[in-house]
């Protein structure tokens, strides 16, 4: 059974510093990785996916990774700013086609 | 993009009383949707996988008797909480799924007092 876990869960960086979210996954036999960004109360944004055949996927300040062979992916963040304070989420999808979250990394960028 | 619509956004009903929530994908046809739920500071639980023309199939530990869904078009899915109870408030969230990849609603804040 696939488990997603991300470390840590929660974050408070000053303005302008760079950050690496981390996710770890127990099943290396995904179809694909995403990450999602949740604002309080909303719902989900689409930030980056990654198929199993890649190894990264940036836009913008965002860079995110995947290593399946250990089972992890980082989300990089350069110079971060207050309107990137959110709850960052980490999902796999198992080739079921379900997708499984982590608890997400709650983000908090001080001014 | 594709475009999932989640109607409506929040809501308050009554301990006992009956809530619909519709999961519309509007610019493509899903024959699966995924609903989820969200209890706050918490990570999306999946809770059943809805498939067009057949059976919802529910992950374990979720009432199906209590959670009915209905996949009647390939555009439409809906998720009707029954005799709800002030545990049931949670965020429900539906996803589909295209050529290009999963797409998410904006969900629906349920509030049962």
């Known amino acids: 059974k696939q488990e997603v876990t991300q470390i840590p869960a929660a974050l408070s960086v000053p303005e302008g510093e760079n950050l690496v979210l981390n996710c770890s996954f127990t099943d290396s036999a995904i179809y694909n990785l995403q990450w999602f960004r949740q604002d309080p109360g909303k719902g989900l944004t689409s930030l980056l996916l990654?198929?199993?055949?890649?190894r990264e996927q940036t836009s913008g300040r965002l860079n995110a990774s995947l290593d399946k062979s250990s089972g992890r992916s980082t989300l990089y963040i350069a110079a971060s700013q207050p309107g990137d304070s959110a709850t960052y989420l980490c999902a796999a999808q198992n080739r079921d086609d379900k997708i499984i979250f982590g608890k997400g990394t709650r983000l908090h960028i001080l001014p | 993009g594709a475009v999932v619509s989640q109607h409506p956004s929040w809501v308050i009903c009554k301990s006992g009383t009956s809530v619909k929530i519709e999961c519309r994908s509007l610019?493509?046809?899903?024959?699966?949707m995924f609903w989820y739920r969200q209890f706050p500071k918490q990570s999306l639980m999946l809770m059943a996988t809805?498939?067009?023309?057949?059976?919802?199939?529910?992950e374990q530990g979720v009432e199906k008797d209590k959670f009915l869904i209905n996949h009647a078009s390939l555009t439409l899915s809906t998720l009707t909480v029954t005799s709800a109870h002030p545990e049931d408030s949670s965020f429900y969230i539906c996803?589909?799924?295209?050529?290009?990849?999963?797409?998410f609603g904006n969900g629906t804040r349920l509030t049962v007092t």
């Open positions: 990654i198929q199993s055949s890649q």
């Open positions: 809805s498939n067009e023309g057949s059976k919802a199939t529910y």
């Open positions: 996803s589909a799924r295209d050529m290009a990849g999963w797409y």
């Open positions: 610019d493509f046809q899903a024959t699966t």
